[in-house]
């Protein structure tokens, strides 16, 4: 299919009809608009700090001492 001389868009039409075109779904659309920030969660109950707020629930406390990417709205941070 690819072989002999083709233009660039004949090579990318080409390969472009033969392609699988996947959609991001909305929650993966929603995330791709939240900032992220890598912290460390405390080491003895697992609550992090960001912008001067600290975050704590029961399920971080299984993450106590570990790196975290934190997902946020930095215009709703409470």
């Given at each position: ?25 909305e ?50 941070l409470?």
């Open positions: 299919v690819y072989g002999g001389v083709h233009s660039f868009d004949e090579v990318f039409e080409a390969s472009y009809a033969q392609s699988t075109i996947r959609k991001a779904t929650e993966q659309l929603r995330q791709l608009l939240l900032a992220a920030e890598v912290v460390s969660a405390d080491r003895l109950d697992g609550s992090v700090r960001l912008s001067g707020n600290r975050y704590w629930c029961e399920a971080l406390s299984e993450h106590a001492g570990r790196k975290l990417l934190l997902r946020f709205d930095p215009d709703a409470h």
